[in-house]
């Protein structure tokens, strides 16, 4: 339980501010991109992007293996996503690796896992009705993300949507995302990750 306070405690921690001062070093969280994040008078953490292709992150300093990481999120427009056990090129170029996926299309692979700047989809939500049924395009949306040895499993909205075996990743870094082009309007709010013995 302490975990958990502790992580979010850090996520509240960003200044409320344009998104330059969010890598600073005393920050636990570092932006990848040109996109704006700012956190609001509530902690909610507001992501925009800008009229570039260049995806773009808010990145945990910090190195997560074992894991459960639940949030709430809402996206105005765009595409999304959620990095675990990512892996950095730097701090400044490129992030790749296991991403939880955002999708308001109606694609809707919403908690689909994507390997983001690497292999693509690995488990989308194709062939399963309740998973392509589970995010709300109007609204707060619960995700649930489970990380424990080689498997990930994911929730939406208590939904099953991805449960994946792979060994290429044991641990790495979490990220916010804010896809590329101008679109992307994307909010999050109550970010707890519990690390799991």
Known sequence: MLSRFLCLAALLAIPACQAPLLDSPQSEWFLIGDATFTRQADGTIHGVGRDLPRNSFLVSRAIYADFELEVDLKIDGGNSGIQIRSQLKDESSKIFGYQIEVDPSERAWSGGLYDEARRGWLDSNEGKPAALGAFQVDGWNHYRIRCEG?????????????????????????????????????????????PLS
């Open 150 to 194: 080689n498997r990930i499993q994911t929730w939406v909205n208590g939904v099953p949507c991805a449960d994946f075996e792979d060994d290429v990743d044991a641990s790495g870094h979490i990220g916010l995302q804010v896809h590329g082009g101008a679109k992307t309007d994307v909010w999050w709010r109550g970010l707890s990750i519990t």
